[in-house]
């Protein structure tokens, strides 16, 4: 099959995915230690062959071995021949390894405006009132030409907002200083978890993970997750934020023979574990809208209801590993699991799910005309990479190689809100103890002499709605909410 993937055999047969629709989305399932990994992996180094780069994040470390290639063991050479693999050659894939901290790879940064309000109040777990008051900082910031870049920002834009709430109201609508109290204690809490390092400059630039290497495969990104996985709002948080910018930023491309890149969204039951309802919805428009920009999403996770059915009905490709029904809700899943594929007469679909054994998965992929195939028992085929994690030397060696080598590794920390507020408050005290109370002329007839701060704020109010406002770009989250 032209631009097509092996998936692996089935009934003396080969099972393939048709890469030009791998934009119709996927959704990988089973349980703990039945293979969900190794499909991954298969499935990345096979869309890099065809020169489509790959996005993935890396929970266990297992993942960093398709960057180097694999080697014959007899399981796998009988794997090989029971499928009927005629050109299986070992190799690696080209890597470009990321991770959040900045130790395992190029350090993730965004900032506090790129990110925007909705999905910051999801990740400090804000109620209605609290997320108002976070929509009213950044809209400030917006109207002022603040810009909003790490915590210490958005910490002084609330502070502002807090000191003058009485001026602010008038036009934003009333801010309660216990709501920015709150927000202020989960900054702090965000902080102690790592969230200080994931927020500045220089920010990831998205065309960096839309690479070819020299031979044209589709480079492969790897989010190290081992450490932000044990923080699982930040991991859903920043995928999803990943997610919209390459929906905000990506042009329409349609229906195209290979896709733009695929991106491998694991443990995906974190994103909508905590969702609200508000936000969930925002997340079904992506994955369906993002089709057009020729990026195709695969979730990974243990069990098909893990993922909402207004998201999961958008999910064309289906892979299924095993499933053990050792509950009464586990035995619901399952068959719900069943009723999600096109029935194959050769085999009971429901019974087949609790029989698989490890590397096996029920597999049905979409045809050209974008119809499902009967769901077929099938033998996932072995990777041409290493299967496991490469050593520490060995990723240290990648990352000296890497063509982005000495562009994220230092942060920047140029001015911002946090700065330019800090100026405007020392000037303001300056101005103060040159003009004292007792110096000052009296009010002219009926009307007061205005203060320094109520001046500062009407300055404020002015610029709302005026074209020298500057809005900050927020993605697609935020533009679905009319902030663009």
Do not use: C
């Not at 470009?96 to 790129?114: C, M, P, Y």
């Not at 500062?456 to 697609?476: D, E, H």
Request: no cysteine.
């Amino acid at each position: 099959m032209q631009n097509g993937i092996l998936v692996g055999g089935a009934a003396g047969k080969q099972v393939w995915l048709d890469a030009a629709m791998a934009n119709r989305h996927g959704l990988i399932t089973g349980a703990t230690g039945t293979g969900k990994t190794v499909t991954l992996q298969v499935l990345a180094e096979s869309f890099s062959r065809l020169g489509v780069p790959v996005f993935a994040a890396d929970i266990k470390g297992d993942l960093s071995g398709v960057a180097r290639p694999g080697r014959e063991h007899p399981k796998v050479n009988e794997r090989i021949a029971s499928i009927g693999i005629q050109d299986h050659a070992f190799s690696g894939s080209p890597v470009l390894f990321w991770d959040v901290l900045g130790t395992q790879g190029h350090a993730v940064r965004t900032t506090i405006s790129e990110l925007g309000p909705v999905l910051l109040a999801n990740l400090l777990e804000l109620n209605e009132t609290q997320e108002g008051v976070l929509h009213i900082a950044f809209a400030l910031a917006d109207d002022q030409g603040l810009l909003l870049l790490d915590l210490k920002d958005l910490r002084a834009m609330l502070n502002w907002v807090s000191d003058n709430a009485t001026e602010l109201g008038r036009a934003y609508g009333r801010v309660s200083p216990a709501s920015v109290t709150a927000i202020l204690r989960r900054l702090l809490v965000l902080e102690q978890a790592g969230g200080d390092q994931f927020f500045g400059e220089p920010a990831l630039r998205i065309e960096h993970l839309l690479q070819r290497d020299f031979s044209g495969h589709g480079v492969i990104s790897l989010l190290d997750a081992t450490t932000l996985y044990h923080n699982p709002r930040i991991y859903a948080t920043f995928l999803l934020w990943l997610l919209s910018e390459l929906m905000e930023q990506l042009p329409e491309q349609g229906d195209a023979p290979l896709p733009k890149l695929v991106f491998f969204f694991d443990e995906a039951h974190l994103l909508f574990d905590t969702a609200p309802p508000a936000l969930l919805e925002r997340i079904t428009q992506v994955v369906r809208l993002i089709r057009s920009k020729g990026v195709g999403v695969f979730f990974v996770t243990q069990y098909p209801n893990d993922v909402p059915e207004q998201v999961i009905g958008q999910l064309g490709n289906r892979i299924q590993h095993a499933l053990r029904a050792f509950t009464p809700n586990d035995r619901k899943a399952l068959r719900a699991a069943a009723q999600t594929f096109r029935p194959n007469p050769a085999f009971d679909t429901e019974a087949a799910i609790g029989e698989l054994g490890v590397g096996e998965a029920l597999v049905s992929t979409l045809d050209a005309k974008g119809v499902p195939s009967m769901v077929e028992r099938t033998l996932i085929a072995p990777p041409r990479s290493r299967i496991g994690p490469v050593s520490v030397e060995e990723r240290q060696e990648i990352m000296s190689r890497s063509p982005l080598q000495g562009l994220y590794e230092n942060a920047v920390d140029r001015e911002s809100a946090f700065e330019i507020l800090k100026k405007r408050a020392e000037e303001l005290a300056e101005q103060r103890i040159a003009t004292p109370a007792e110096s000052k002329p009296r009010a002219s007839a009926g009307r007061q002499r205005q203060g320094v701060v109520e001046a500062f704020t009407k300055s404020v109010m002015r610029s709302i709605g005026s074209n020298l406002g500057r809005s900050i770009a927020r993605g697609i989250l935020g533009s679905m909410l009319g902030r663009r």
